[in-house]
């Protein structure tokens, strides 16, 4: 987000990093999931620099674009009643970009899930991941069946804290007409 954010504000920096950033992204994450593998062996850290770069791109480039799609007007106005660079960021950048943020968090979410179980179906000893594949080669649908209702759950009660934590961080806005519509 934090990326996202800074490279949002600054014209320069997304111009001369964009390309970069593009052919990164360009790189099938499968493929650094064994290059983690080998250069950090079996464990805990390769599944999680997986699910950090599945993850990282989503929500870089919906904060980026976020950033991007502030009101120009809202922006200038702040600057009138001289507000500090570092205060248009906090009290109108962010806030305005944080319905992008999080719906990104809401997409990140389940890619996170998706890279540390590849990470465990790669090479783990220990994890769900590690369950299916075990499950899958003793030719035990049951235990892959359980095993995804296991990952659905954790996924929904994540999906449950991230709503929350919209509601929470988003109260300050007018409801969107569909938000209206429902709470009739």
């Known amino acids: 987000m934090v990326f996202g954010v800074a490279l949002g504000q600054s014209r320069f920096l997304a111009d001369v990093l964009g390309p970069y950033i593009k052919m990164v992204n360009a790189i099938p994450r499968i493929v650094l999931g064994s290059i983690f593998i080998v250069a950090f062996g079996i464990g805990v850290l390769p599944k999680i ?10 929500v870089f480039f919906n904060a980026f674009q976020g950033v991007r799609e502030v009101d120009r007007n809202i922006l200038a106005n702040a600057r009138v009643l001289g507000a500090s660079q570092w205060q248009i960021i906090r009290h109108v950048t962010v806030p305005s970009a944080l319905t992008w943020i999080i719906a990104s968090l809401h997409s990140a979410f389940g890619f996170a899930i998706v890279g540390a179980l590849v990470g465990e179906v790669l090479g783990a000893q220990s994890g769900l991941g590690l369950v299916i594949k075990t499950a899958q080669n003793n030719f035990d649908p049951n235990g892959v069946f359980a095993t995804m209702l296991v990952i659905s759950v954790i996924v929904l009660g994540a999906e449950w804290v991230i709503g929350k934590l ?19």
């Open 166 to 184: 919209e509601h929470r961080l988003l109260s300050w806005r007018p409801p969107a007409p569909s938000e209206a519509a429902n709470a009739l």
């Open 49 to 58: 620099l997986l699910a950090a770069v599945l993850v990282f791109f989503i």
